[in-house]
Nanobody, 116 residues
């Protein structure tokens, strides 16, 4: 059964930090590069960070140097460490495999709100 459970979001002040976690079912996690996506109000859902099965990571420029994605293959879990948060990081954050489409299964996401 496909399952993605995101957690760790919350309200944080400008410059604060959060660590997001995503517990994934083996069918999604084991053989796929994984990513963290975010969707701000009124905007499309975009990929912000991705990690290969071997641990190679990539980031969009907006989060480079502030966010770190990593995965624990033994726990089928992917994490997103977010530092120096900014108001523009406010969004619902989702994890999923790289190459996912809007028609694929998505978890409920976790809300991140950064106040100034």
């Amino acid at each position: 059964q496909v399952q993605l459970v995101e957690s760790g979001g919350g309200l944080v002040q400008l410059g604060g930090s959060l660590r997001l976690s995503c517990a994934a079912s083996g069918s999604i996690f084991s053989w796929n590069a994984m990513g963290w996506y975010r969707q701000a109000p009124g905007k499309q859902r975009d990929l912000v960070a991705g990690i290969s099965t071997g641990g190679s990571a990539n980031y969009v420029d907006a989060v480079k140097g502030r966010f770190t994605i990593f995965r624990d293959n033994a726990k089928n879990t992917v994490y997103l460490q977010m530092n120096n948060l900014k108001p523009e990081d406010t969004a619902v954050y989702y994890c999923n495999k790289i190459g996912v489409t809007s028609n694929d299964y998505w978890g409920q996401g976790t809300q991140v709100t950064v106040s100034s």
